[in-house]
């Protein structure tokens, strides 16, 4: 379309909202219609629906005829901006799209869209070094603004518009501050920043930016006063300690070295900590040093909810009883909680689900949401935990710096909360317990959590708000099933209709899955199928919550008899499955078949609605159509067909799991397997990357899998699974995870009298300890593994437990008894012929002569463990080793050889794909650089290590952007510039 003859427009939102229509002012009508303007401003050309207006404007408590009202308003903006219309008469500037309105932005332009350009600009002039530039752009952006955004606008959207908007105001204004500073400019900013401070004083960006100021200003003392101020109010106010960055200020001003706060601690220090190399020790020899607890900087906005049903209908009350929970009237001083409560298949989660989505614009920090599996008939109840770590992870803090223990999880958690306003869905909570420690205490939040009990200690202990949800009446019930079949048809046959909705006596998920199957045959009847119904009614009582008039087997059954033989095998084998949720490949190994034929019965049973795929390729069950699946399983297949399925799922997860074990590290010992005896198909991987993402994807079911394969006979593969899985879970930091799977691990060997099995397990249950600093466990398990080791006459597990056993005296400061350690697993590879064995102690030797500051030495055991490791072709036992190589030669102040050494690690890091310890040697290059007083090298190595941490979402990100900082350099690679 011909866009050039289009008015032109100016609006105004930093600000009361104002628009121009060719310079001329317009009156923009009442304050709802400004409202309604303001929304589709705000919206950039994207489709707002009429529920989501009328929720915008007025809130929980709208007009009776809001939908009338609101199209008013859209006609006369219409009338107001378009006066004269295409000889049509169609609208061109606010069109209709869908159910809702869109404003074309072809011809529009704001005082908005001008701020994020000014700030975009202004953030490429600081990447490209031109600094004083930057700053002229972010005082042009910020003159911008004309007082409070969007004022005089209503509504509950508006006022978390505002709140967004003044966040972008204070991002930018912050921005030029530190620009400013880093220019050495702080007794100009000084006042401004006071200012600033005392009308934030719980921001910790502004203190810290404060405390530089002062500092750089001479003024140390009164820095160290608003540090300690800061923490009391953080501490007193929200329950929390300051962040890394104002730590690491702090450590600066303690440190009281030159005008301003010293460069990064050094490196000895750093990594004396945790990481030593390839593997610093770890038992299997492939750990990655994880760096110290941290939270990122920048907040992360999720969005986790679950996708709503377009067929939503009814449950009218029960929303208008929810509206009135909305914590946006005054100013709440704790989150609302509501609590969705009701008998299985009710449609709780639906009803929750569409709630949220209706009300999530009011959240501005985002939404979180988890199924806790409290009903789970497989009995994998997620705990709170798990829960917290996922939310945690989730709202940018890193896999590594979430606690090991639920109190302090839980306290990061509320902590990470602080001042953020976050929609919360605790969907199936099996009791108040599962939900307590998921509660945030930021106001402003909102928890909808729905559960088949009442959970009444929530509601007495923590004021939660009940909604009962009962069945659907006859009205609603009927007015579902023309949602799904039409009015048409639903009108056809009225008293078949109501029959229908009899039997499945007002159960929502029964009635979809009656619906499904008439949707799939529109050739059938409605009098037809309400008979089939009549004739299969049996009782599934002890699946409805006690509620004996609702049978809803006779749903399942009737929907279930209808299916091919294929998908209905299908269906029982699924309820075999421990974990919470399916894979294709884990639904091809339980029903025998190959990947490509399992694919038609999954979309046959997720077309009769009896599963649902969850995510493209992963498959859930309801839990009552779980458990009504494992009741025809057990009636209708036996033990030995429940037996062979079991057996080849067991296969499955043992032989995957292997192979990506092998693919990560190669060179590895390899733990013998059991003759694969099912026609199970494991899945191959290419690369790293491919296997990294199987075992990420499939963490938690793996979890669930050692679990059941140790309880139901499956010992050889729990204990095997359990050890094939080390090399990931210790890599990425699940020490959690390794205490899980290892626990039941060991209990399946000692089923079975395996020795060996019993030593992998005692030693992975010691190098978790060790990890998570539980020294005295740690050391016993691996003695015992030890012992058990020696009985068998397993020379590599000996060797493999003195690495733990060394790894665990570098970490309790014991260096001369971790080098007897590694001298002892050095003589058993060898006395094996285990050259990659010996080349990964030798490493790890030099880390520890490094760390007892025997520079010489450690280039000696360096030299030889690259040799090793350039004969057997394992370049990423070399990466590591050129890696550990560069950084003795660094403390030798042999810089020029060093950085050749660090650019080897990094570019075979590179070639295998192994980011994180890519971004750990190019720090190291950093710091080489800068020894040799290069600092524009310096600034490229420690931007290339900040896109790789980013990427990974990775705690250590924000050292790096600190030690850009320091440098004076801007924290993003400039365009064009390659990364080292």
Not at 583 to 604: H, K, N, Q
Not at 912 to 936: F, K, M, N, Q, W
């Amino acid at each position: 379309m011909d866009t050039s003859a289009m008015v032109s427009f100016r609006f105004s939102l930093l600000g009361p909202l104002r628009a121009w229509r060719q310079g001329v002012e317009l009156t923009l009508g009442p304050p709802q219609q400004r409202a309604v303007l303001a929304l589709l401003l705000l919206r950039r050309g994207r489709a707002v629906g009429v529920g989501e207006l009328v929720d915008g404007i007025w809130g929980a408590d709208p007009p009776t005829a809001a939908v009338s009202v609101l199209r008013t308003y859209v006609s006369r903006l219409r009338r107001l901006l378009e006066p004269e219309r295409p000889a049509d008469g169609s609208p061109r500037l606010v069109v209709s799209l869908g159910d809702g309105y869109a404003l074309r932005t072809d011809a529009v332009v704001s005082d908005l869209d001008r701020f994020e350009d000014l700030v975009a600009r202004a953030g490429a002039q600081h990447t490209e070094g031109d600094d004083p530039a930057a700053v002229e752009l972010l005082r042009e952006a910020l003159d911008l603004w004309q007082g409070t955004p969007l004022a005089g606008v209503p509504g509950p959207r508006a006022e978390a518009e505002r709140r967004h908007l003044e966040e972008r105001r204070l991002a930018a204004l912050e921005s030029r501050l530190r620009i400013e500073l880093d220019l050495g400019q702080h007794a100009r900013v000084l006042p401004e920043l006071t200012a600033l401070y005392e009308a934030h004083p719980l921001r910790e960006a502004l203190c810290e930016l404060l405390v530089l100021a002062l500092y750089r200003g001479g003024r140390r003392a009164e820095a160290l006063a608003v540090y300690d101020r800061t923490r009391r109010t953080l501490v007193d106010e929200l329950g929390i300690e300051p962040g890394p960055s104002l730590l690491a200020v702090r450590a600066g001003l303690l440190a009281n070295s030159g005008s301003g706060p010293p460069e990064a601690t050094d490196v000895d220090d750093r990594f004396d900590v945790v990481d030593e190399g390839d593997g610093g020790g770890l038992a299997d020899g492939t750990g990655e040093g994880q760096g110290g607890p941290g939270l990122p900087v920048s907040a992360v906005r999720p969005s986790q909810l679950p996708t709503d049903l377009a067929t939503f209908t009814g449950r009218r009350a029960q929303l208008d009883g929810a509206a009135a929970l909305l914590p946006d009237r005054g100013h709440p001083q704790t989150s609302v909680i509501g609590l969705i409560s009701g008998m299985a298949g009710a449609g709780k989660t639906t009803l929750a689900v569409h709630w949220a989505h209706r009300i999530a614009h009011r959240f501005p920090d985002g939404s979180l949401y988890v199924n806790l599996r409290g009903y789970d008939p497989s009995g994998s109840r997620m705990s709170p935990g798990d829960a917290i770590e996922t939310f945690l992870v989730a709202l940018g803090v890193a896999q590594q710096a979430v606690p090991e223990e639920l109190e302090a999880r839980a306290a990061l958690y509320r902590g990470v909360l602080a001042d953020r306003r976050v929609l919360i869905v605790l969907d199936n909570a099996g009791d108040s317990e599962q939900v307590t420690p998921l509660l945030p205490a930021a106001p402003g939040c909102l928890v909808i959590v729905t559960s088949r009990s009442r959970l009444s200690g929530l509601v007495a202990r923590h004021g939660a708000h009940p909604l009962a949800l009962n069945p659907l009446s006859a009205e609603e019930s009927l007015e579902l099933l023309a949602r799904r079949l039409g009015d048409a048809r639903v009108d056809a046959e009225p008293e078949a209709a109501r029959a229908i909705v009899a039997l499945c006596a007002g159960l929502p998920l029964a009635l979809s899955i009656v619906a499904a199957r008439a949707a799939l045959n529109p050739g059938f009847r409605l009098a037809g199928i309400a008979e089939e119904l009549r004739q299969d009614h049996g009782s599934l009582d002890a699946f409805a919550g006690g509620d004996a008039g609702t049978d809803a087997r006779a749903v399942f059954s009737w929907s279930y008899h209808a299916l091919s033989p294929e998908a209905a095998g299908l269906f029982r084998r699924l309820a075999l499955h421990p974990g919470p949720d399916i894979t294709v490949a884990a639904a091809a190994a339980l029903a025998g078949v190959d990947r490509r034929r399992v694919r038609t019965p999954l979309t046959e049973l997720t077309g009769a609605s009896l599963l649902i795929e969850r995510a493209p390729g992963r498959y859930v069950f309801h839990d009552l159509l779980r458990a009504y699946a494992a009741e025809l399983s057990e009636a209708e297949d036996g033990e030995e067909v429940c037996g062979a399925a079991l057996l080849r799922m067991h296969d499955h997860f043992l032989f995957t799991a292997h192979d990506a074990s092998t693919v990560l590290d190669p060179f590895r010992e390899s733990i013998p397997l059991p003759a694969n005896t099912t026609d199970a198909t494991p899945l191959r991987f290419n690369d790293r990357a491919e296997a990294t993402a199987w075992l990420r994807t499939e963490r938690y079911v793996l979890r669930e899998i050692v679990a059941h394969a140790a309880t139901h006979g499956f010992d050889t593969h729990a204990w095997r699974t359990a050890a094939a899985l080390d090399v990931y879970f210790n890599r990425l930091g699940y020490w959690h995870d390794l205490l899980e799977i290892n626990g039941a691990a060991l209990r399946s060997a000692r089923t079975l009298g395996s020795v060996t099995g019993e030593a992998y397990s005692l030693c992975g249950l010691g190098v978790a300890h060790s990890q998570l600093n539980h020294a005295a466990q740690a050391q016993r398990y691996l003695e015992d593994a030890l012992e058990l080791f020696r009985s068998a006459d397993h020379a590599s597990g000996q060797a493999r437990v003195h690495r733990g056993l060394a790894y665990l005296c570098n970490r309790t400061d014991r260096r001369p008894a971790a080098l007897d350690h590694y001298a002892r697993a050095i003589e058993l590879y060898r006395s094996e012929d285990d050259r990659s064995g010996e080349a990964g102690v030798l490493n790890q030797v030099a880390w520890t002569y490094i760390l007892l500051g025997e520079h010489e030495k450690a280039l000696e055991r360096c030299e030889e463990a690259v040799l090793f490791y350039q004969e057997l072709g394992d370049p990423y036992g070399e990466a590591s080793t050129q890696d550990t190589l560069g950084y003795a030669l660094h403390h030798l102040a042999h810089h020029a050889e060093a950085i050749g050494h660090f650019e080897r690690s990094a570019r075979l890091f590179h070639g295998i794909g192994d980011r994180y310890l890519e971004s750990d040697v190019l720090r190291h290059l950093g710091d080489a650089h800068l020894a040799t007083g290069d600092r524009d090298a310096a600034r490229a190595a420690r931007r290339a290590a900040l896109a790789l941490l980013e990427e990974l979402g990775h705690a250590e990100a924000d050292e790096v952007r600190r030690e850009l900082r320091e440098l004076g350099e801007p924290a993003e690679p400039a365009p064009g510039e390659p990364a080292v």
